[in-house]
């Protein structure tokens, strides 16, 4: 991923106070990699027409300002989750386990500058169990 400023921008004023940004730094929350794998597997049990889906997302480490010293870093985390659903003609039923490894990240940050919380940032959900019903009408 070549995210990133393709000329000088020297008036931007940056969350972290500093003024100007250069060609070449990377945009503010684009990390180098990124990705997802999504597979589903349909089956039935006796006349129940069921699948199975899981999720893979990784999301590789970024920064919330264009000069690194001074942001605060977000990313280099990955994600499991898992569905199981079934499909009743208008009724649909999913039982989902998301963040199943409980996995901890940084999705969106910013560098405060009240001393108590230098840093104030989005985390990745914890573990979650559920399910969802959705009914066409």
Known sequence: NRAELTEDVPDLLQSSGIVGAESGDRLIGAPQV?????????????????WLRGEYQYQGESYSDFTRAAAAEMGDYSVVN????????ALSLVAYAENV???????N???????AYPVIAIRVPPRTFGVTATLAF
């Open 34 to 50: 990124a990705g997802s794998l999504d597979l589903q597997y349909d089956f039935r049990v006796g006349s129940l027409p069921l």
């Open 82 to 89: 898992l569905r199981l659903g079934v499909d009743l003609g």
């Open 101 to 107: 490894a409980d996995g901890d990240g940084i999705v």
């Open 109 to 115: 940050a910013m560098v405060n500058y009240f001393p």
